[in-house]
């Protein structure tokens, strides 16, 4: 087994730290909030008291970082990642940020002696907790596969889908159509309790169907109920979108309805709703139709 650094530790972090403990990998992790500490501490890791101290003597580092100005830090940084791991570490990013920020860290990895991977994740904290993401990775194919045991300890759908920044590009598309379905999953509740019908019943049908998806599963009953506990909160999905929109600009390629959906994810922003569930894109939607409820 490894030693594995692990730099933050979060909703998603925490959790994922906790299966490599449990994997049988020597865990040492840092993040700024002593929370994420306190769980890893009682998972069985141990607690470091910064970046340095915690990639230092790993073999593995890994970090879940909500942007890219924090991966940047941490990798970047008089104290991070770059002047602290030794050459031939191999360094697994998890953040969603955006693509050309991957291929410069890789880059300058690559020039110290680091092996590097862009590991975007799908699943939000259930999938963390559960340890069922799925991981789309940019890489080496011999970095991919020396990175197997951390990869498949959280993760149940791992693929390498490129060179560095590929697993971004990829988390892009992931994230433009979960906001998609989410804008069409708010539009078909909104239609179907304006027109009077029983809405639960009709979504419920819905999902047995051809609509079919992991939304619907996992998000309709708490939609219905108007419950937007984040488990990937707005503001991050619109740190999403701006990647996915600039991803297209960088690629040439047209996507009109990722600008309508970064759109709703803007204005949800805006309303105030950054702290909530991406979807509680449905009160914006609802806010549209001048449908909107009482608090």
């Known amino acids: 087994m490894s030693r594995i650094g692990f730099i ?3 909703i998603m972090g925490a959790p994922m730290a906790a299966h490599l403990v449990a994997a049988g990998h020597d865990v040492t992790g840092y993040d700024v909030v002593r929370k994420g500490l306190d769980a890893l501490v009682a998972a069985g890791g141990t607690e470091a008291s910064g970046v340095a101290e915690a990639v230092a003597d790993a073999e593995v580092v890994v970090t879940m970082l909500p942007q890219d100005e924090h991966v940047e830090d941490v990798f970047f940084g008089a104290a991070g990642i770059l002047e602290n791991a030794k050459p031939g570490t191999l360094y697994i990013d998890f953040s969603t940020i955006r693509p050309e920020t991957s291929v410069r860290v890789a880059e300058a990895g690559a020039e110290r002696g680091l092996r590097v991977l862009d590991a975007p994740v799908s699943g939000g904290e259930k999938g963390a907790v559960d340890a069922v993401l799925s991981i789309m990775v940019g890489g080496s194919e011999a970095d991919f596969a020396a990175a197997a045991p951390v990869l498949r300890a959280v993760g149940r759908t791992v693929e390498r889908v ?9 988390k892009a598309a992931n994230q433009l159509i979960v906001g998609g379905t989410f804008a069409l999953v708010a539009e078909a509740i909104v239609l179907m309790e304006a027109a009077g019908v029983d809405a639960k019943a009709g979504i419920d049908v819905i999902a047995g169907g051809l609509a079919a998806s992991r939304v619907l599963d996992l998000k309709r009953d708490s939609m219905l109920a108007r419950e937007f506990a984040p488990g990937f909160r707005i503001d991050l999905h619109h740190k999403d979108m701006g990647i996915a929109t600039a991803a297209a600009r960088t690629a040439g390629v047209s996507l009109p309805m990722t600008g309508m959906v970064a759109q709703l994810v803007a204005a949800a922003r805006a309303q105030g709703h950054g702290s909530l569930d991406h979807s509680a894109l449905l009160k914006v939607v609802e ?3 001048g449908r909107t409820r009482a608090a």
């Open 8 to 10: 933050g530790l979060g």
């Open 287 to 289: 806010d549209l139709s």
């Open 162 to 170: 490129g060179g560095s920044g590929a697993g971004q590009y990829v």
